[in-house]
């Protein structure tokens, strides 16, 4: 069975501090991939990153990295020097090559405080 | 190009009402999804669409809920009768049918708030 864990419920910090939100998968594919969504205030999912289990190469987008770690698991998002705008609830998922659906964690509140 | 659309936005009505949501899929996805967001159970898969033609519906919770997708820019979720139960943030989803649900990136509309009072 697959699962996603996203051990951090909430996570609170102030403006300009770097913070890493945690994601563990457990699957037995060797062919599967992960996502990010975020889910600002406002409600909607927006789409961040995708990246399938043959690619360890982490990413960088501006002030988003991910750093993917086959060895244990996980598939972790940082950002760097945080604004308010990164507030949101966001969501990491799996999905199966084959599967009926995505699997998605529970997701991890983010407040960034001015 | 524009995202996936969905109609109402907020939408409050009493118990035992019918409710109709209504989705429009990007242009040229083949994948179409219903989901329901609630705190208590988080994002739960409820229907998906391949080409129109329903695939999975072990979702939906029961027979008050029904899914239909006529064409391929067009898909309702009608909930009749409503409880207060219902009440959630409804999405729909969708997708290139390339690689299959578990590969292809999903991407979300805005969300429906239903409110059954």
């Known amino acids: 069975a697959q699962k996603v864990t996203q051990a951090q419920t909430e996570i609170s910090v102030v403006e300009k501090e770097d913070v890493t939100l945690d994601c563990v998968y457990e699957t037995r594919d060797t062919t599967y991939y992960l996502f990010w969504y975020k889910q600002p205030p406002s409600g909607e999912l927006v789409f961040l990153i995708r990246r399938n289990s043959f690619d360890e190469q982490n990413e960088i987008s501006g002030r988003y990295s991910w750093n993917f770690q086959k060895s244990t698991s996980s598939f972790n998002f940082t950002i760097t020097a945080s604004q308010v705008v990164d507030s949101a609830v966001y969501f990491c998922?799996?999905?199966?090559?084959?599967?009926?659906?995505?699997?998605f964690g529970q997701g991890t509140r983010l407040t960034i405080n001015p | 190009d524009a995202g996936v659309i969905q109609s109402p936005r907020h939408e409050v009505t009493e118990m035992g009402q019918e409710v109709t949501l209504r989705c429009k899929p990007i242009?040229?996805?083949?994948?179409l999804f219903w989901y329901r967001q609630t705190m208590m159970r988080g994002l739960e898969l409820l229907i998906y669409?391949?080409?129109?033609?329903?695939?999975?519906d072990s979702g939906m919770p029961e027979d008050r809920f029904s899914a239909k997708m006529p064409n391929a820019s067009f898909s309702t979720l009608k909930i009749q009768p409503s409880e207060p139960r219902d009440s959630a943030v409804y999405f729909c989803?969708?997708?290139?049918?390339?690689?299959?649900?578990?590969?292809?990136?999903?991407?979300f509309g805005p969300g429906t708030r239903l409110l059954v009072l």
């Open positions: 989803a969708s997708s290139l049918t390339s690689g299959g649900v578990g590969q292809e990136t999903q991407y």
């Open positions: 669409f391949n080409n129109n033609v329903p695939i999975d």
């Open positions: 242009s040229g996805h083949d994948y």
């Open positions: 998922a799996l999905g199966i090559q084959g599967a009926q659906k995505l699997v």
